[in-house]
């Protein structure tokens, strides 16, 4: 069985692509990660990224919510406890975290208002953050160092 935090960064990922549009739908959509999750798992996690339903255009999807959400929310916690290396070069923040915990911390970055991110990529223990050239790396490791 995948490891909670996995099983998490997944779901809030395809929650944010727009794929679920149901509890069943989630579990099938974790089914085909190699996944297996109850739908009782699934509410569970559902509430505790923050996601909600929402009806837009006539279409019932969730969506995240981070009021609501200590998944969503913790990206103080994630930075004190996952990253363990970071650099930034030019245009080029990169990240190290322990194996497998890549993914949780790029999503907790992906959903800051942190200025000069471009896009943020996460491999299995190595995020590269894509800064604004107006900005810099330097000044974007620094707004993320302070978060922690």
Do not use: W
């Not at 322990?98 to 911390?105: C, D, E, I, Q, R």
């Not at 970055?109 to 590269?128: C, E, K, M, P, Y």
């Not at 050239?133 to 490791?141: E, F, N």
């Amino acid at each position: 069985m995948a490891a909670k935090h996995v099983r998490l960064a997944i779901l809030s990922n395809l929650v944010q692509q727009g794929l679920i549009g149901s509890q069943s739908d989630a579990v099938s959509a974790l089914e085909q990660h190699g996944i297996e999750a109850t739908q009782a798992t699934v509410s569970r996690d559902l509430a505790e990224i923050g996601a909600v339903r929402r009806t837009r255009a006539g279409r019932t999807l969730y969506e995240l919510s981070h009021e609501n959400s200590s998944f969503g929310m913790s990206l103080s916690r994630v930075l004190k406890e996952l990253i363990v290396r970071s650099v930034a070069s030019g245009q080029l923040v990169v990240l190290h975290t322990p194996p497998g915990h890549a993914s949780v911390a790029a999503a907790a970055i992906d959903r800051t208002n942190i200025s000069g991110i471009l896009g943020v990529i996460a491999g299995d223990d190595t995020i590269f953050i894509a800064c604004n050239a107006d900005v810099g790396a330097q000044k974007v490791l620094q707004d993320l160092l302070n978060y922690a």
